[in-house]
């Protein structure tokens, strides 16, 4: 049974970082396209990085030059290196994998609270 667990997240003051992680059980990340999602109260679910498994990456505009995502193989974990935390960015986030047409797995997300 595949697992993808959230954590990292936690209370910051803007301006501040983060580092969350997307860990997998029972499948590897290295073999699907990681994507982290992030949703507030009362708004839709956004895109806000993803990276394949050739390591091609891709960004939300609104988090361009601050946010990273990167993945560790070996570790079997997805990153998402956050800097320069804005008090909109502040949402739940999601990580999905995706292998294919009806086979992707979200896991259960993690806080993000950005507040002075």
């Known amino acids: 049974q595949a697992q993808f667990v959230e954590s990292g997240g936690g209370l910051v003051q803007p301006g501040g970082s983060l580092r969350l992680s997307c860990a997998a059980a029972?499948?590897?990340?290295?073999?699907?396209?990681i994507t982290w999602y992030r949703q507030a109260p009362g708004k839709q679910r956004e895109l806000v990085a993803s990276?394949?498994?050739?390591?091609?990456?891709d960004y939300a505009e609104s988090v361009k030059g601050r946010f990273t995502i990167s993945r560790d193989d070996h570790m079997n974990t997805v990153y998402l290196q956050m800097n320069n935390l804005k008090l909109e960015d502040t949402a739940r986030y999601f990580c999905n994998a995706y292998y294919g047409p009806d086979h992707s797995f979200w896991g259960p997300g993690t806080q993000v609270t950005v507040s002075a």
């Open positions: 990276i394949t498994t050739d390591r091609t990456t």
């Open positions: 029972g499948m590897r990340a290295g073999a699907a396209t």
